[in-house]
């Protein structure tokens, strides 16, 4: 092979190729309507929950510093629906539960690290969780270990009280 010349604009070409798929790989959405196990290298993709009348877990990979999912309800179900943490892990943070009513009453869920829990639980018609179509649920790993979670929820039922959104 020959010597060839590139010229520096076309090496910037080049670099901003492989940051915008590098972009793009983080930005991955994933649709999920079963059980489902997440693997790290999914971190930072937006995760679709189709929910069905007969809930189901979607698991969360081992939590390692810099990993995050976001979860967005796409289709509601009056199910138990659960996003879960492995054995080791913990899910900490804050759940703000709003009813859909005319009333807007809503109720707040705050667990602090040391009182860390195993999992998200999503129900669209309970008055201790949420989980309506539109709802986000945002995990973010900010020690190894540990999910730090902040989910805005809905629900149909008239009065959200005592909620127990994340839970053992």
């Given at each position: 092979m020959g010597t060839k010349r590139v010229g520096m604009a076309r090496v910037k070409s080049l670099i901003n190729e492989n940051v915008n798929q590098l972009k793009l790989k983080n930005q991955e959405i994933k649709a999920v309507s079963a059980a489902t196990v997440l693997k790290a290298s999914e971190s930072g993709a937006t995760v679709y929950l189709t929910k069905n009348g007969s809930g189901y877990n979607v698991t969360l990979p081992a939590a390692k510093v810099g990993m995050s999912f976001k979860f967005v309800i796409a289709a509601g179900g009056a199910a138990n629906h659960y996003i879960v943490s492995q054995t080791d892990d913990k899910i900490f943070g804050r759940s703000v539960v709003v009813t859909t009513n005319a009333s807007h009453d809503q109720d707040v869920q705050e667990i602090l690290?040391?009182?860390?829990?195993?999992?998200?639980?999503?129900?669209?018609?309970?008055?201790?969780?949420?989980?309506?179509?539109?709802?986000?649920?945002?995990l973010v790993c900010v020690e190894e270990g540990y999910w730090l979670c902040d989910a805005s929820l809905f629900t149909s039922n008239a009065s959200p009280a005592s909620i127990t959104t994340l839970q053992d």
């Open positions: 690290k040391a009182a860390g829990k195993d999992k998200v639980h999503l129900h669209a018609t309970a008055a201790t969780t949420g989980g309506r179509v539109g709802d986000v649920i945002q």
